[in-house]
């Protein structure tokens, strides 16, 4: 088992789990780079779909994909135990039923693929209904990791766009719980910009320079900076920095005029 990651319109990133020849995406916003590696890995097959929250940039590419020949036929995804009904599976909250999902699933509900366990997480905040996925195998033979969407990012967090601030930063206290080796797997590129606004409010901070140094190397090289891991969160993200709601608001609120 091993993690894709594709690139889609300016800064999204489309994650997807690879079992053998089977995939699990999450949050499609875009079908032409999945179309385009089944196009190129022929003996490939779509197994399911997770999606974290309703904004076009994650759900706009269900329906295409869907349409598609290169569906699994019987893609062995049990919820809670249970096979699921659909052909392929499409997991989300209720606001994404519009969109393609077929499988509504809340917090605590158990996904299992193969080797997979992946725990569904309420993560609030950013939209009204927003859900993270916190992945582990049986086997223990990867580290565990978490799609978390837009709600914690690479150095920062996502905006309140139809949530609400103290349900972000209830959900960012939740993610800050997981495991602090878990791989973070958020849905945009937007480190380097996150880690200048931190330095500019923590300029005499060494950790989070440092990082800023790398994130710059990376970039300029196209290296992609996603993972991160919920540690190097907790040192560096200037959000984790707040450990009250007043506190966290404030930032929120500076960042969202800073850029
Ligand atoms: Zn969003």
């Known amino acids: 088992m091993n993690i894709l990651q594709f690139s889609a319109f300016t800064?999204?990133?489309?994650w997807a789990i690879k079992n053998k020849n089977h995939l699990l995406l999450v949050d499609p916003g875009d079908h032409r780079p999945?179309?385009?590696?089944?196009?190129?890995?022929?003996?490939?097959?779509?197994a399911g779909i997770l999606i974290t929250h309703h904004h076009n940039d994650h759900v706009g590419g269900i329906l295409d994909l869907?349409?598609?020949?290169?569906?699994?036929?019987?893609?062995k995804i049990l919820v809670n135990g249970i096979k699921c009904r659909s052909k392929v599976p499409v997991f989300g909250p209720p606001s994404c039923e519009r969109f393609g999902v077929n499988?509504?699933?809340?917090?605590?509900?158990?996904?299992?693929?193969?080797?997979?366990t992946s725990k569904v997480l309420d993560i609030r905040g950013h939209t009204e209904e927003h859900l993270g996925y916190y992945c582990t195998t049986i086997e223990g033979d990867m580290p565990p990791f978490v799609f978390c969407g837009d709600t914690l990012f690479a150095g920062g967090c996502g905006r309140v766009l139809g949530g609400s601030v103290s349900d972000l930063f209830d959900s960012l206290v939740k993610l800050k719980s997981l495991p602090k080796k878990t791989l973070v797997y958020c849905a945009h590129e937007y480190t380097l910009n996150n880690l200048n606004f931190a330095v500019n409010i923590f300029p005499d901070d060494k950790e989070i320079s440092n990082r800023k140094k790398n994130v710059e190397i990376c970039r300029s090289r196209n290296i992609s900076t996603v993972p991160s891991t919920i540690e190097v969160e907790i040192q560096t993200n200037p959000f984790y920095r707040c450990l009250e709601l007043e506190q966290f608001k404030e930032l929120r609120k500076m960042k969202d005029v800073w850029s």
Do not use: A, K, M, R
């Open 103 to 116: 499988t509504i699933v809340t917090e605590g509900d158990i996904i299992d693929w193969y080797d997979l």
């Open 66 to 75: 869907l349409d598609q020949p290169f569906l699994c036929d019987d893609s």
């Open 11 to 14: 800064d999204n990133y489309i």
């Open 34 to 46: 999945i179309e385009h590696f089944f196009l190129q890995n022929p003996s490939c097959l779509l």
